[in-house]
């Protein structure tokens, strides 16, 4: 139904920023909720943001809020993560998940993009 795949990690530096990209393919792309995970070795997989299927709604991890912005494009079938002011401790697997809308679980994930944060 819907396959999901992550692109713009990188390795940068603390105070930097990177946009991370998932892109979506399946026609009820737009219908569904969307939300940026993260792993760190060691560490459970935790929510970053999320974000509605209209884009009118949003939630942010508090360790990551008013740094990070998630956005979407249901045209572009994209969903964004805006990451300022990066620090170490954002080092990690990102991952791009897809659930229908009024749905707990989220059934499709990406491969994931790594975010290497130094200094």
């Known amino acids: 139904q819907v396959q999901l795949a992550e692109s713009g990690g990188g390795l940068v530096q603390a105070g930097d920023s990177l946009r991370l990209s998932c892109i979506g393919s399946g026609r009820t792309f737009s219908s569904y909720g969307m939300a940026w995970f993260r792993q760190a070795p060691g560490k459970e997989r935790e929510s970053v943001a999320s974000i509605n299927w209209s884009g009118e709604r949003t939630r942010y991890a508090d360790s990551v809020k008013g740094r990070f912005t998630i956005s979407r494009d249901n045209a572009k079938s994209t969903v964004y993560l805006q990451m300022n002011s990066l620090k170490p401790e954002d080092t990690a697997i990102y991952y791009c998940?897809?659930?229908?809308?009024?749905?707990?679980?989220?059934?499709?994930w990406g491969q994931g993009t790594q975010v290497t944060v130094s200094s």
């Open positions: 998940a897809a659930r229908p809308g009024g749905v707990v679980v989220y059934d499709y």
